[in-house]
């Protein structure tokens, strides 16, 4: 039987005791109860199949904003590995809740701290650091890069995407010390905005960053980063930020090393943002609440993982042709036919990525509408 104004939910395998008047969708609301968002339970299937592709036995593994213990408690008793994992959440109501879900699930090898998650991560070290604030994750980045083992990974969410997006540049400078800039690819951008501030964060310790998966989804941004000690790793870590310039007249886009004179964003992480083994060893396997989602997203990371940085949205070619958007998946084969190399993307359902400059990209999708419309006209 439940406590009064708690209510129970299972993610996975795992059953989680949590405020009755949970979140449903959205980034949710942060109220006196300890929060929980039923719509992130796909972020944390994601951290499961990660979870199985990277940790390792007697690893120390660490939830540092841990709320209901949602993701952490997931962690332990999902990703088969026997380790010391350790949740904390200041707030002693969220510790007593993490305390009576880790007891249901029968991990009483969980421990549990409530304490303040930056004088936690000043005294230990951990090999595996997750960060999930309401918000944004600038607060905490510091003290995660150096509480994180040579080796070790840092997880990292951004709820604050507004400005992340290009909304509020001022508010993203202010935050992050990057510019951002609205664009038909702002979710991309802003994705790799966050990874170029943990970047320099950890540059400034003689660390360097390694994006291992890197993902934008419904409300949030999300970042696996490997760190790894040496102050030559982080310098060449530093050389892989850049600025990506747009011009929505032509809608060419342009990535640069030196900083553009304007309609600029930047400084952004311009290298890949997965790593090629670990999305290959995540596996969507059956027990995921969110299995078919997590299937669909592998399948894109794979694809897109190769591209660089920004996108073409199809709508957007459209309005500059007036010529009617073909179905996606068949545009991207005929540009893959044409020589050029072509995705789909994960930021954007209508998204494309492309080698190819924006008028190259514009002659061919002239081209295959005229070969569509032709043979339309031989059916009837």
Known sequence: MNSPGLATVREGVTDLLVPEGFSRKGPGTKTGEVFYNRQMEFGRDISVMFGRATLKEGQRILDGLAASGARGLRMANECGVRADFELNDRDLRAAVLMKQNAEMNSLGHVKIHCRDLRSLLAEEQFDYIDIDPFGTPVDFIDAAVQSCKNNGIIAITATDTAPLYGTYPKTCFRRYGSLSSRSPFAHETGLRILIGFIVREAAKHDRAVEPLLCFHADHYFRCHARIRNGAARADAAIKGLGYVVYDRKTMKRQVLEDLPKKNYAGPIWARAMFSPEIVKKMKATGDLGTSPRCAKMLEAW?????????????????????????KLQEFVGFLRESGAQASRTHFDPKGIKTDLGASELLKLYKKHSKRTSSRRKSNV
């Open 302 to 326: 794979s694809e897109e993982m190769a591209m660089g940085p920004g996108y073409y949205v199809m709508d957007d070619l459209a309005r500059k042709t007036k010529l009617a958007p073909p």
